[in-house]
Structures are given as C-alpha cells and as structure tokens.
C-alpha cells in the first residue's frame, strides 16, 4: 500500500462496515479491514482480489484485550487518514433493562460502549495528525435527547459509548476531529430488510461527512446526511 490515504474500518465483513469499505475503495483509498473470522469473511476477500494491494483484512475482535492490545502494533509504521470503529451488536431480543440477565448487559455494553473506546485509545497515536478522523457508528438511538423509550439497552449502550466518545475528545484536547455517526436505519442484518436506507446510500453518506469534516478539530454527532443530532 503506498501513496493512497488509508482508513481503518472495524468490523468490515459485513453490514454497514463493508459498504463503507467498498465506497472508499472507489474514491481510491486503502483499506485496512477487520473481521472476527478473516477466514470467512469472503466479501473483503473478493474486494482485495478487485483491488489488488488496496485490501488488508486483519483479525480484530473488539471484545478480546490481548487483539485490542496488539492491534495497533500490528499495523506498522503507517498513519490512518481515517479509523472508523463501526462494529456493534443490538443485544438480546426482549431489548428490555427489566428482563436482561447481568450476562446480557455486560455483553452489550461491552460491545458497543466499552470495547469501542478501548480500541480507539490504541488507534489515537496512529491517526495522521491535523487531518486524521476518528470515528464511531453510534446511532440517533444514543441521543438523550431524542429519547422517546423503547430499545431501552441498545440506547443506553449507545448513550454510553457517545459519552465516552466525548470524555476521549476532551483526554486529548482537539488534537484531531471526533465524529460520533448515526448511519441511518439500514438495511442490514442489524436493521432489518425493512429499514429506509440501502447500505450504499448510508455508507456513500457517512463517507461524505468523514471527509467534509477532516481537520475540523471538534466533536459532533452527525447523521449519514451530515445533519448535526443533539446528544
Ligand atoms: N443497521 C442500522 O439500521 C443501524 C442504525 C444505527 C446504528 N447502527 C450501528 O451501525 C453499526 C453497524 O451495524 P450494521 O447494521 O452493519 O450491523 P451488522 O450487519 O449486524 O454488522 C455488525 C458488524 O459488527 C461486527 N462485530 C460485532 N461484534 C464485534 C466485536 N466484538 N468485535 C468486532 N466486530 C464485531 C460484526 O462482525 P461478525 O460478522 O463477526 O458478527 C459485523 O461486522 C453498529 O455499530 C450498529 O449499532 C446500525
């Protein structure tokens, strides 16, 4: 990989992570890619086969310390234009704080909240300094604000992970533009085949926003369309 600027997307393989792989290959970056099993993750596989040297698939399970803990290592001496920690669960079905086993919280929380700035603090000195992004999929869900019930824990884990976004933004002073992302209700695994977005749209979106925002310096919660969301 040389001369092409590179972003870092976590949990690729599939969803969202994997739209917004195949968009920035087609504004001509690099990629570096995770997936929990690199082995099955055949989608990232054919976009390297197409893109020859622009692909790197990496193992990265998000809720792993010593993976988190190497990650960076791993990556060289090279400088991410962008690092996007995409990955995230919706937790257990009931999606109710007065049903969910400790078990079950602390999965979900994990998931989307802790493990996501974990990772992120790894990643911070390897993002290009002036116009380096730093990015998290959060969703509108996470707002307070907007918070009209329901999808109690998947909100909360959301919440949480925006709250820890900010307290990571003010640890290192402005030194590098933080976005917190909604990517819109998708048609994913996650979303359901119902959802009003088609992965394209949202990742040509979210991709549009990272980069109107390079070298911004602040931290805001944005929507696939660039709307700002209150927190
Ligand atoms: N779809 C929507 O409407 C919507 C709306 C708002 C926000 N979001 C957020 O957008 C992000 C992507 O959602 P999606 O719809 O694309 O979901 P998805 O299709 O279910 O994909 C989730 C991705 O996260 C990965 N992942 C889960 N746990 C992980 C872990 N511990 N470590 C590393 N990777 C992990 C999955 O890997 P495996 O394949 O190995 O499971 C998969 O690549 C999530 O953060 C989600 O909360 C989605």
């Known amino acids: 990989m040389a001369n092409h600027p590179i972003a870092l997307i976590v949990g690729a393989n599939r969803g969202i992570g994997l739209g917004v792989v195949t968009e920035f290959l087609a504004r001509g970056w690099d990629i570096v890619a995770t997936a929990r099993r690199p082995a099955e993750a055949h989608a990232l596989a054919s976009l390297a086969q197409t893109h020859p040297g622009r692909v790197e698939v990496k193992l990265l399970d998000m809720n792993e310390p010593a993976q988190v803990d190497g990650f960076a290592g791993g990556l060289g001496p090279r400088l991410l234009d962008v690092a996007l920690v995409n990955a995230g ?27 996501p700035i974990r990772l992120a603090r790894h990643l911070v000195a390897r993002i290009r300094p002036g116009t380096g992004v730093l990015a998290f999929t ?35 002073g402005g030194q590098l533009t933080l976005l917190t992302l909604h990517p819109g209700w998708v048609r994913t695994d996650m979303g359901g085949s119902g959802a009003a977005v088609s992965v394209a749209d949202s990742a040509r979106g979210m991709v549009d926003v990272i980069l109107r925002e390079q070298g911004r310096h602040h931290h805001v919660f944005l929507d696939y369309t660039g709307k700002e969301i209150a927190w």
């Open 89 to 115: 669960v919706a937790g257990p079905e009931h999606r109710s704080a007065s049903q969910a086993t400790a078990q079950e919280i602390g999965a979900l929380m994990v998931t989307n909240a802790i493990a």
């Open 138 to 172: 959060s969703s509108v869900m996470g707002s307070v604000a907007l918070n009209a019930g329901g999808h109690e824990l998947y909100r909360a884990s959301k919440a949480a992970l925006n709250s820890l976004s900010r307290g990571l933004y003010g640890e290192l």
